[in-house]
């Protein structure tokens, strides 16, 4: 099967490692991925910061790019739910009605990674190994938009070596949400102390998540009170092999 | 303690100025955490015995759009149906005439006290002040309606308006304002004191008046839902009742019952059915009070009704689930939304009634992470984030077309046009990456970045953020499968 990989403009810019291991998981799938160069954002902070205007072009040009692939695979659960669930909105809003066709055609083939895994490719054991203490935080587009489920706890539970805990009240948002961050940066510093907080009692080393930005959050914050634990994006936890030899 | 709100006249706060001062309110903190947290779980459990609770909230859903569809209709044969039976309907195209109407009808019976069941609609017309105004004085006789009226304070959640106030600051209250002596923090102690007071009240008082949560267009049946049956009192004893109702509450027929009375207490109490509901048609010989008024109130809803996407805000059977289930409201608390309608509804419902334009509601559309937990448990599915977002563009154009020409050189707009500019391009994406790396040395120490200038700054005061790493995923890409 030949995917193209939508790495998303975050990922590609702050996150390459995430990239680099969505490449390395699919290849080892036997999935053949293309990396289409003129990809660049999917008009997601845009369009949810209300500049829908602006993102329109952007959207248009996803389609564009995108348009012809078996499934488009992206290491965001919240970009990804993007152009599943607000791509028609935002065709409406452009009072596009060709627009409106071609992304009720290309929105149902556009995966997050690990429900492309599990749901669309029937894999649940991608042969990763990382001996650590994990726990896995649900983002809220991943779960409440996409219905991911639990595809990624599936993913990680087969993964040799991991110590896998149950975060507490797990599906409350780590407060991220994109330009609220900044907009509300009080409100989101509250919901993220309670995140760390509850990160922190299940004594893990790392947290993951199938969305670098919460991650870039719940780690920032990690960071600044040098708690020690680590931040990982889904893929790169399924990329980690044991050491040959 | 906030003043002015979203319906008061002149302008109103901010979200994020009023959140910043909650939420560093370690009381309110407390008081509220404690609280959701409970209601949340006791909800989950309510609705997780229910054998097909996604298709109830399906139905209810296709009913309030149906209502919304013929509103028209139903809200003429509601006016036939109560006035055939006995009760007398009026019309008021906003808060000012309802008040006015209702006052008239206080004055007409020479009245000068008056007892009300909890009622968000006359929250939103502040009746209570345009009584006063008038010499008439109003008794909250819901427990939190009439701590909040004692305290001077305003309501904090739509279902528990006290809801910020823990049983030790309430004891202080009555002491402090009912006179009441050796009184403990026990509940029963507080609902006593609470009684003793509201009884005289109710049986001096002529004039009742209350809220509606449905009523039929087919029959003319009001309803009110409640716990303490305090409404029953006010909705029976006083010889008049003047019931103020926003015109998306009419239901067509009385069968639909079915469907709300199931979706309602499980939803807002956790209750698998609430302790009073009182229905009443028209007037009755010899039974309840013996003249009935009926107030249908627009204030802004057939606006609200000619959003396509905005207008399923109507369909809210005001249960307080995506309150409670907000992780925002959770940590602000209500009356950082300056508005009788706080939490994910009051963020979309507000700015839609009082228009936009406003820099107090224009900022509630942005009082959100979008995380749809609102969406997943309103048992109408009103999708919340959809309308936020609907509403986000809308306040965004609005500052962009009217916004004169200084809004073109707002920094946040700047930046946005920038940006898309530069995702439009891919040459001129990758120059700006390239640029992203060599403009962050400054801010970058050790490994990661502690401090960020301007509006950024909000982001590194509590968190390290990570440089642009010397790689972008596309260069690794070119590198090592250019070839593909
Ligand atoms: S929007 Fe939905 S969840 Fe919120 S109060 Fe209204 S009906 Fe309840």
Redesign the pocket.
């Known amino acids: 099967m030949r995917v193209a990989l939508f790495i998303t403009c975050f990922n590609d810019t702050l996150f390459p490692e995430t990239g680099r291991a969505t490449v390395e998981v699919l290849e080892r799938l036997g999935v053949e991925v293309d990396f289409p160069l003129a990809q660049t954002c999917c008009g997601q902070m845009h369009f949810n910061t209300g500049y829908q205007r602006e993102a329109i072009p952007l959207v248009r040009r996803f389609v564009e790019i995108f348009d012809g692939y078996e499934a488009v695979v992206a290491p965001s659960g919240s970009c990804v739910s993007m152009v599943r669930e607000l791509y028609p909105m935002a065709a409406d809003f452009a009072g596009d009605g060709r627009l409106a066709e071609s992304v009720e055609e290309l929105s149902p083939k556009v995966f997050e990674l690990s429900e492309f895994l599990v749901k669309r490719l029937g894999v649940t054991d991608v042969g990763a190994y990382y001996p650590h203490r994990v726990t896995y935080h649900p983002t809220c587009h991943s779960m409440r938009m996409l219905r991911v489920g639990d595809a990624p706890l599936e993913l990680l539970g087969n993964v040799r070596g991991i110590d896998l805990v149950e975060l507490s009240e797990a599906e409350e948002c780590c407060g991220f949400g994109g330009t609220f961050a900044v907009k509300n940066a009080d409100t989101s510093a509250a919901m993220l102390s309670d995140k760390i907080r509850r990160v922190l009692d299940t004594e893990a080393e790392v947290c993951t998540a199938g969305d670098n930005s919460c991650l870039m959050h719940i780690g920032g914050g990690l960071g600044r009170l040098r708690t020690g634990v680590e931040t990982a994006h889904l893929a790169q936890i399924l990329a980690s092999e044991a050491e040959e030899g | 303690m906030k003043k002015s709100d979203a319906f008061s006249p002149g302008p109103t706060p901010t979200f994020e100025e009023s959140a910043k001062e909650s939420l560093s309110d370690s009381q309110l903190r407390r008081n509220l955490g404690k609280a959701t947290q409970t209601i949340r779980r006791k909800r989950a459990e309510a609705v997780g015995e229910m054998p097909d609770w996604e298709g109830l909230r399906e139905a209810g859903r296709a009913l309030k759009e149906r209502v919304m569809r013929h509103l028209d209709e139903y809200l003429l044969q509601l006016e036939e149906s109560v006035t055939r039976a006995g009760g007398k309907v009026h019309w008021a195209r906003d808060a000012e005439e309802a008040n006015r109407i209702i006052a008239g009808i206080v004055k007409d019976h020479g009245a000068e006290e008056v007892v009300k069941v909890k009622s968000i609609a006359t929250d939103e017309t502040k009746l209570n002040e345009h009584l006063e105004r008038e010499g008439i004085r109003a008794f909250e006789t819901d427990l939190a309606e009439l701590i909040i009226q004692l305290a001077g304070e305003t309501s904090s959640h739509?279902l528990v308006p006290a809801i910020h106030k823990n049983r030790a600051e309430i004891r202080e209250l009555f002491m402090e304002r009912l006179g009441a002596q050796n009184l403990s923090d026990s509940p029963s102690d507080l609902t006593e004191t609470a009684r003793l007071y509201l009884r005289e009240k109710f049986l001096a008082a002529r004039v009742g008046i209350s809220g509606a949560n449905f009523a039929v267009a087919e029959t003319g049946t009001v309803c009110v839902v409640e716990s303490e049956g305090n409404g029953r009192m006010c909705t029976t004893l006083p010889p008049v009742l003047v019931t103020l109702m926003g015109i998306e509450k009419v239901i067509p027929a009385w069968r639909d019952f079915e469907v709300f009375m199931q979706l309602l207490p499980r939803?807002s109490t956790a209750e698998r059915m609430n302790p009073y509901t009182s229905f009443w048609t028209g007037v009755s010989e010899g039974d309840g009070p013996r003249e009935f008024h009926l107030v249908l109130m627009d204030n802004g809803r057939t606006d609200v009704l000619a959003d396509e996407i905005g207008r399923q805000t109507l369909?809210?059977?005001?249960?307080?689930?995506?309150?409670n289930v907000c992780p925002v409201y959770e940590r602000t608390g209500g009356h950082a939304y300056n508005s009788v309608y706080p939490g994910?509804?009051g963020a979309i419902l507000t700015p839609q009634l009082v228009g936009i334009g406003d820099p107090g509601p224009d900022s509630l559309p942005y009082a959100s992470s979008l995380c749809g937990a609102?969406y997943q448990?309103?048992?109408?599915k009103?999708n919340?984030p959809e309308v936020l977002v609907h509403l986000r563009g809308k306040v965004t154009r609005h500052k962009q077309d009217r916004g004169g020409p200084r809004q073109k050189l707002d920094p946040e707009n700047v930046a946005m046009q920038t940006v898309a500019r530069v995702f439009s391009d891919p040459q001129l994406y990758e120059k700006a990456q390239r640029l992203a790396r060599v403009g962050q040395w400054p801010f970058a120490r050790g490994g990661s970045i502690g401090r960020l200038p301007g509006r950024l700054a909000g982001w590194t005061a509590v968190r390290d953020l990570k440089p642009v790493p010397q790689q972008s995923f596309r260069e690794w890409w070119r590198q090592n499968r250019g070839s593909v």
Do not use: E, Q
Not at chain 2, 377 to 380: A, G, K, M
């Open positions: 739509i939803s369909n809210c059977i005001r249960c307080s689930a995506c309150l994910p509804i609102c448990v309103c048992p109408v009103i919340i």
